[in-house]
């Protein structure tokens, strides 16, 4: 079967180095890793050499013209080479059975969408600065880490006893038909803070496809960090989602090709 591991990155290194630490050790090894850098330098490269030998990488950059992250991930998806896709953020560390759990679940017709922990910046700062590998239950509590219960390890929990889950574009897994048929993502959206994960979601929905959640399958630890103010942006890709149900295309007119 093999994962196509898609990390979505824009010049965190730090936060790339995390995430690649917690890629060593999964229980399943049969996957590859795609960057989807929306920029382009040559200092990335430096990260992911010592890596190399470690994990199958796969660099794939773009001229920084804007936010563009839709055009990357479009790109991921057309180069991957096994049909179950899983999509993390750069600033987003894993569970040991991460890889295990998304390749037991992702089937054509559905949808995976998995939860995160939102990691202190104290702690999120151990970690980028190498002080700790591994944050525990006693940094999360000391430090006042948020949603600390999206760490409990349930992979057997049946479906009926999640609530009905929320597409999050850091932690979700699509099997490529599925992609396909959608054309993927909408290149229309080309600001931060909303419209990846919204308007793929209810295109999803509109074909056909069901949800799945992953909660408590598919632990992330997503490294806090200092956000600006998108308001405004998110109010843009509001109404252009409002625009695009209107219309009512579950596959879009602008994606994949």
Request: include cysteine; charged fraction near 30%.
């Given at each position: 079967m093999g994962v196509s591991l898609i990390i979505s990155v824009y010049n965190d290194y730090t936060g790339l180095r995390c995430v690649l630490n917690s890629l060593l050790d999964q229980s399943d090894k049969e996957f590859e890793i795609l960057i989807a850098h929306d920029s382009e330098d040559a200092f990335i490269q430096s990260i992911l050499s010592s890596y190399n030998k470690k994990l199958s990488i796969r660099l794939l950059q773009q001229a920084d013209k804007g936010f563009r992250k839709n055009k990357i991930l479009n790109k991921a998806i057309d180069q991957a080479k096994y049909l179950q896709l899983v999509f993390i953020d750069g600033d987003c560390m894993v569970h040991k059975h991460f890889i295990r759990n998304y390749a037991r679940c992702i089937r054509p017709g559905s949808f995976?969408?998995?939860?995160?922990?939102?990691?202190?910046?104290?702690?999120?700062?151990?970690?980028?600065?190498?002080?700790?590998?591994?944050?525990?239950?006693?940094?999360?509590?000391?430090?006042?880490?948020?949603?600390?219960?999206?760490?409990?390890?349930?992979?057997?929990?049946?479906?009926?006893?999640?609530?009905?889950?929320?597409?999050?574009?850091?932690?979700?897994?699509?099997?490529?038909?599925?992609?396909?048929?959608?054309?993927?993502?909408?290149?229309?959206?080309?600001?931060?803070?909303?419209?990846?994960?919204?308007?793929?979601?209810?295109?999803?929905?509109?074909?056909?496809?069901?949800?799945?959640?992953?909660?408590?399958?598919?632990?992330?630890?997503?490294?806090?960090?200092?956000?600006?103010?998108?308001?405004?942006?998110?109010?843009?890709?509001?109404?252009?989602?409002?625009?695009?149900?209107?219309?009512?295309?579950?596959?879009?007119?602008?994606?994949?090709?």
């Open positions: 995976c969408a998995g939860r995160r922990l939102d990691v202190d910046q104290k702690t999120a700062a151990l970690l980028r600065n190498d002080i700790i590998k591994k944050a525990s239950l006693f940094h999360f509590f000391k430090n006042k880490t948020k949603r600390i219960e999206e760490r409990l390890y349930a992979p057997y929990l049946p479906q009926s006893f999640l609530s009905k889950p929320k597409l999050l574009g850091c932690n979700m897994g699509w099997h490529k038909s599925d992609l396909l048929a959608l054309n993927g993502f909408d290149t229309d959206y080309q600001n931060p803070g909303f419209g990846e994960d919204v308007d793929i979601e209810w295109r999803a929905l509109k074909l056909g496809l069901k949800s799945y959640s992953m909660r408590f399958k598919a632990i992330q630890y997503h490294l806090e960090h200092p956000r600006p103010n998108r308001s405004n942006l998110v109010e843009i890709g509001r109404k252009m989602l409002d625009e695009k149900i209107k219309i009512g295309l579950a596959r879009c007119v602008n994606g994949l090709g």
